[in-house]
């Protein structure tokens, strides 16, 4: 330790690790207050504004052109809005794949339970954990009960 470090300063790494931090729970807090400001997926509304902007841009970077400089534009055109919707199909197969992740559980959830109630019944079972129980007082107690209540 130098004399200019004080002796509960932490080693460079542990302090870059807990600035890190300090900086993520910010932005995720950012991000939180976007994501309600905007009722959802912030990618998804910046999206929307997007396409419109870079069709105009797109249109007013074809008028005006003629023959294979026309094509070239409309050639990387196609590309970009290609790349662009399959990223749309990658989030809709991504939440699609969550719904049928969602979907298994509730029905392993519900044949786990159909399992476990035809396991109870098997006759095994109901012995092990539900034995027979003679109802009622027992004979001799009842008579106790009978003697010292001057009932007979």
Known sequence: MTTNESPDAKPPSNRRIAETLSVLREITADAADLKRAVGGSITDV???WLAPQYLLAAREKLSGTEGARH???LRAFVQDW???RRGEHSAARLQLDREELDWQ???NQTQKEKEFREWLKRPEIREEFFPERTGGIRPETLKKIEEELHLL
């Open 105 to 107: 559980r509730a029905n």
């Open 46 to 48: 910046v999206a929307d």
């Open 82 to 84: 290609a790349m662009l």
């Open 71 to 73: 094509w070239e534009i």
